[in-house]
């Protein structure tokens, strides 16, 4: 596939965007992409609604074409994008779902579908899902308006009558036949395998829509060899602007010739499942897929009480995955264990809040008061310097960053109580900051502009019109100008405003400091302990002499892939 000149401009364009929302954008793994052979990526998790698309999109080196939901494709902004990068349009069966007639309730013992005023004869056809209470049903059979057969179902579910929606069955068989074509010509295909975009730290069970392509074109053609490449979307906080993420391409792997033939043969549901499995391995290995939001922070806490010094993002990604596996051995095999470290690790942070400090923010401790407060003068001086430059953009942007604020929020509220897969609805907080933008700053900007063209209008009337409407479109060029020195500027002053409050600690009481800092070498100590006798072959690599010295326990060094794959 060539990319053409409208893909190269809006893939710079998402790159420019990307830039701006991340402070620090990494990528690893680049090399397992294939140059030439017919690929599928799957990429997980979708926790950023259209700005984990525009991620991938951007950054990725070889040209793809990507199935996007047709809903999006309705959005003016993200429909045109779409139609220049050739995106694949797909109806999704949860975007077309309606609410039924009547009440159900589910009879476990029966495996049916119980209704009341309902009318299934005319709304409801075998295939079709019915969604009650969160939960979905897959419908084999209708009997009539109040009964329907379904697959069984082991979860309980309140033998009570309730509201439901009808999730209808869609044929997709041109858009596989579409996708097998591109695969022949030996392109690329990118998707979320999701198939919806979530706040959750674990990600959502696979669709079967991309093993079908590929065991589709497969058993197609028995020359071709489609790989499926993980990749994997890491945030910090996904939800945050100028936060850090890494982009993750996993090994590539072939499709089984034994999936290809069940599937060839007619044994399609054993062999998608069968391909569903391995790529859920894949994508497991490139991702931190925590069971939940506590464990997550935990194990985040665990990973900065065992890494001594301050890594880069990419490396503390990795140890994440890592502790993700470790903690879920250590819960099999001694779960008293396990819960004993993480309350030591709770009441540490526990700690930590009460000062009202962070755990990267403990070292700044390590110093005399007479040091601290020339270190606290410095910083609280390049403060009032930075205020003092940001304040003008900051005033120009303030009904900017109000409004992307206040449409984020409801979106977020909306999006939320429509989704069964949301938490908080974080996931799309970033998106509704981005697209209202396109079109508000714009707007702010000539607004502002028209002010200052009022005021030359008032006080420059020796000015010519043309000098005034010159100047006019300078004060419109400048704005923008403005608002990227704001976000630099920015970095560094949150950089700065971090220090404050440690070195204040150290100046007014330096005996909770002491303290504090040797809580933290007696649980770091504790979690090394902890990590090794579990994991006894793991020493990340460390330049620090004391980390060094609780290390020396471990007599073999070996990569972080080794570790993970000692878990398996």
């Not at 069970?205 to 990749?231: C, H, I, Q």
């Not at 601290?372 to 303030?398: E, K, R, S």
């Not at 109580?417 to 933008?437: E, L, N, Q, Y």
């Not at 971090?498 to 909770?512: D, G, H, K, Q």
């Amino acid at each position: 596939m060539e990319s053409s000149i409208g893909y190269k401009a809006v893939q710079t364009l998402f790159q420019f965007t990307c830039h701006l929302l991340f402070r620090e954008l990494k990528i690893t793994g680049a090399h397992h992409i294939p140059t030439t052979e017919p690929c599928i990526f799957i990429v997980a998790p979708h926790s950023n609604q259209f700005i984990d698309p525009c991620l991938f999109m951007g950054m990725c080196p070889r040209p793809t074409y990507a199935i996007m939901a047709a809903s999006a494709c309705r959005l003016s902004l993200v429909g045109q994008f779409g139609k220049i990068l050739n995106a694949i349009p797909v109806v999704r069966p949860q975007d077309v779902m309606s609410l039924g007639s009547g009440q159900i309730r589910y009879n476990q013992k029966e495996n049916q579908i119980e209704g009341k005023g309902t009318q299934f004869l005319s709304e409801v056809h075998v295939r079709d899902s019915i969604v009650v209470q969160n939960k979905s049903y897959h419908v084999v059979q209708v009997t009539s308006n109040t009964i329907l057969q379904v697959l069984h179902v082991n979860e309980e579910q309140e033998d009570i009558f309730a509201d439901y929606q009808i999730m209808p069955y869609i044929n997709q068989s041109n858009i596989y036949e579409g996708v097998h074509n591109h695969l022949n010509q030996h392109h690329a295909i990118a998707l979320f395998p999701e198939g919806a975009s979530h706040d959750q730290t674990e990600i959502l069970p696979l669709r079967a829509g991309f093993a079908v392509m590929a065991l589709g074109a497969a058993a197609k053609n028995a020359k071709l060899d489609v790989k499926l490449v993980p990749v994997g979307l890491n945030y910090s906080h996904p939800e945050r602007f100028r936060s850090k993420v890494v982009i993750s391409y996993g090994q590539p792997f072939s499709l089984d010739p034994i999936e290809v033939e069940q599937y060839r043969l007619g044994d399609r549901k054993h062999a998608v499942n069968r391909l569903l499995e391995r790529s859920d391995q894949a994508l497991k290995r490139v991702i931190v897929n925590a069971p939940n939001h506590q464990t997550l922070t935990i194990i985040r806490a665990a990973r900065r009480l065992y890494l001594s010094k301050r890594n880069s993002f990419e490396q503390a990604v990795e140890t994440d995955r890592c502790f993700v596996q470790l903690w879920a051995k250590v819960k099999q095999k001694n779960p008293a264990r396990l819960d004993a470290i993480e309350k030591q690790i709770e009441l540490y942070q526990d700690s930590l809040h009460f000062l009202g400090i962070k755990d990267d923010q403990v070292d700044k401790l390590n110093t005399t008061p007479v040091k601290a407060v020339i270190q606290l003068t410095v910083c609280v001086i390049q403060l009032i310097l930075l205020a003092g430059l940001c304040t003008p953009a900051f005033i120009l942007n303030l009904p900017l960053i109000w409004i992307l604020k206040t449409i984020s929020k409801r979106k977020q509220k909306e999006l939320l109580a429509s989704s069964r897969f949301r938490i908080t609805g974080k996931d799309v907080v970033s998106t509704w900051r981005v697209i209202p933008a396109v079109f508000i700053a714009p707007i702010v900007y000539s607004v502002h502009a028209l002010c200052y063209l009022s005021v030359l209008y008032n006080y420059r009337n020796h000015w010519s019109l043309k000098v005034k409407l010159i100047q006019t479109g300078y004060a419109w060029l400048i704005q923008p100008v403005l608002s990227y020195l704001l976000i630099r500027f920015s970095d560094k002053g949150i950089y700065l405003y971090r220090f404050v409050r440690p070195l204040y600690l150290a100046i007014s009481n330096p005996r909770v400091g002491n303290l504090i800092q040797t809580k933290r070498q007696k649980l770091s100590e504790e979690i090394t302990k902890f990590v090794h006798e579990y994991s006894p072959e793991l020493e990340f690599l460390s330049t620090d002499s004391k980390h060094q010295q609780r290390l020396k326990t471990t007599k073999k060094k070996v990569d972080l892939r080794v570790f993970c794959k000692s878990l398996l």
